[in-house]
């Protein structure tokens, strides 16, 4: 009984750690495509506001044509920072799930194991067994 009890909860053991390591490789392939967009799309908004800066400058625009570009160049700003906050918002939702998932295998793994500690104690004792009450 004993060994089959030390089995079961060894196979706990490892499904618990493969789920693990299985939650961190996709976790770390999320992160790192969201790190690949996210310099890819700084790039492309700081070439954009490159070329805006370059629009501002030319002696030879009219007021209204750098009005207009200097329009663009706050627009610009603006979707970045809303990409950004999309983005920090996206990844606090990420490690809160990641978190949840965590504690949830950490938790059935826990009540795993007491089931069967409590189910070999049982079998041990022939069922028998007689706790101390409190008086």
Avoid at 13 to 20: H, P, V, Y
Avoid at 31 to 42: E, S, T
Avoid at 90 to 112: E, P, R, S, T
């Amino acid at each position: 009984i004993l060994n089959t009890a030390k089995t079961v909860l060894s196979e706990y053991q490892d499904t618990a750690k493969n789920a693990l390591e299985e939650n961190q490789q996709i976790v770390d392939k999320i992160l790192d495509h969201n790190h690949d967009m996210v310099r890819a799309i700084f790039i492309s908004f700081s070439g954009a506001l490159e070329t805006l800066k370059v629009l501002l400058a030319d002696p030879n625009s009219s007021f209204e044509e750098k009005q207009y570009w200097n329009g663009e160049l706050f627009k610009y700003l603006r979707e970045m920072r809303e990409y950004d906050k999309d983005n920090k918002n996206f990844l606090g939702d990420l490690d809160n799930k990641n978190k949840m998932l965590l504690q949830n295998i950490l938790k059935y793994a826990g009540v795993a194991a007491i089931v069967v500690v409590g189910g070999t104690i049982a079998a041990l004792t022939g069922g028998k067994l007689k706790l101390p009450s409190s008086k």
